[in-house]
Nanobody
Framework: QVQLVESGGGLVQAGGSLELSCVGSGRAFSSNDMGWFRQAPGKERAFVAAIRRGNGHPTLYEDSVKGRFTISRDNARNAVYLKMSSLNAEDTAVYYC????????????????????WGQGTQVTVSS
């Protein structure tokens, strides 16, 4: 079992920044590929970013967040982070972190079905 707890969400003005954190427990965190997804009101859950297990390379980003968001991990803290800048109203969503537990290849980290465990989500609201 893996428990994931997100934090760091909140209300921010357009153009501002936030950093989300996800802390995992239950097994060797460094062995997990990790991802961030988001779900806006009335929309499907969508991929945001992913980071490979171990040393955190490679990473992958959804096109609309490239250059604005940065995913990173600190295996000593069992944590993965999503640093978000230049936020706009379209970034408003509930953000979820997710973990891949099975030792699979990098494969297709954009697909939510790849992930075995999910956090409860943290709300990010960007005011324009």
């Amino acid at each position: 079992q893996v428990q994931l707890v997100e934090s760091g969400g909140g209300l921010v003005q357009a153009g501002g920044s936030l950093e989300l954190s996800c802390v995992g427990s239950g097994r060797a965190f460094s062995s997990n590929d990790m991802g961030w997804f988001r779900q806006a009101p009335g929309k499907e859950r969508a991929f945001v970013a992913a980071i490979r297990r171990g040393n955190g390379h490679p990473t992958l980003y959804e096109d609309s967040v490239k250059g604005r968001f940065t995913i990173s991990r600190d295996n000593a803290r069992n944590a993965v982070y999503l640093k978000m800048s230049s936020l706009n109203a379209e970034d408003t969503a509930v953000y979820y972190c997710a973990a891949v537990v099975l030792p699979t290849g990098w494969g297709t980290p954009t697909f939510s079905l790849k992930y075995d465990y999910w956090g409860q989500g943290t709300q990010v609201t960007v005011s324009s």
